[in-house]
């Protein structure tokens, strides 16, 4: 690859590629001045004839680069086709594009693409306008019930508050109970008599429960079953046991805490149990007081 005067490589080697000056073929050099200088001071014609020469000279100092007159214009170098820098050599400084290479096809311009408006969308092909509502079929009116015609009607039991069968006690005095109880207590029982004269009373079971007791002003008690007397029994408490009626139409009893206990058949129930009654049971509570329980 040949040198320019300019320093420039290029790859022709008569004009330089990038300044276009020439780099070989100068023609020589006319005499150098100071072999011309003493003609020309010894006669005055041999100055003059001179005169030529040093004129030819100029071209070739020219040629080294000493002569002021400019040499050939160069041409415009050629702009890179990928990146627009001009050309310098075989390839491009800017993007290193050969110039020498013949299927290159020049790149599109870099820079912000242009702005394509977007296109209207396609609905899928599955796509299927929606059905048309269809408006709601109006409900029929329901026939209203006819009302039976007013008549006699027949009470159900189920419309009776329990206990729906009649439920009753006798209260009495019960020697042979009374006999058990002082061989228990022994002489401390003794000071109880058996009562000479005790009329029977009768109580019909009503309500929800019917309380069994003395009546006390004092304490503001008033049982349903008042045991008060004549004749008193001592061995009965204030609130000594409660009837309790029973959803399924009967009664039980349930002994609250009584200092002397209650019997049920003659076996002693525990305080706070709830013992189911049966038509002809007995209950003994006291010193001798026995309450028979009847149904219907």
């Known amino acids: 690859m040949a040198v320019c005067p300019s320093g420039h490589d290029s790859a022709s080697d008569d004009f330089c590629d990038v300044c276009g000056m020439r ?6 050099t006319g005499p150098s001045p100071a072999a011309t200088g003493p003609s020309a001071g010894a006669t005055g014609p041999s100055a003059g004839a001179t005169g030529p020469s ?10 080294t680069g000493a002569s002021p007159w400019p040499g050939p214009a160069a041409a415009p170098a050629e702009p890179c086709p ?6 310098t050599g075989q390839f491009c400084e800017a993007c290193g594009f050969n110039f020498s290479a013949p299927s290159f096809t020049p790149a599109t311009p870099t820079g912000p693409a242009p702005s394509v408006p977007p296109s209207p969308s396609v609905p899928p092909t599955s796509w ?3 059905a048309p509502s269809v408006p709601p079929i109006p409900s029929v009116a329901s026939t209203p019930p006819v009302s039976p015609a007013p008549g006699p009607t ?27 109880v002082q061989a228990l207590t022994g002489p401390e029982g003794a000071a109880v008599a058996f009562p000479s004269y005790c009329a029977e009373r009768r109580f019909q079971l009503v309500g929800n429960q019917m309380r069994i007791g003395r009546r006390s002003v004092s304490r503001g ?13 001592p061995g009965i408490s204030r609130l000594h046991a409660v009837l ?24 002693e129930i525990g305080i706070g149990d709830q013992v189911p009654l049966h038509d002809g049971d007995r209950i003994n509570l006291g010193a001798w007081t026995a309450i028979t329980v009847h149904r219907g």
Do not use: H, K
Not at 250 to 266: E, H, I, M, R
């Open 54 to 63: 040093a004129a030819a000279t100029g071209p070739s100092r020219g040629a």
């Open 128 to 130: 299927a306008p929606p």
């Open 82 to 87: 990928r990146c627009g820098t001009p050309r």
């Open 154 to 180: 027949t009470p159900s039991m189920s419309s009776f508050p329990y206990p729906q069968a009649t439920w009753t006690v006798v209260v009495a005095a019960d020697r042979a109970y009374y006999e058990r």
């Open 244 to 267: 309790i009626a029973t959803p399924d139409g009967n009664w039980a009893v349930l002994d609250p805490g009584s200092a002397n206990g209650t019997l049920v058949n003659g076996s």
């Open 221 to 233: 008690l008033a049982p349903e079953i008042d045991l008060t007397g004549p004749p008193a029994d």
């Open 23 to 28: 780099i070989g073929g100068s023609p020589a």
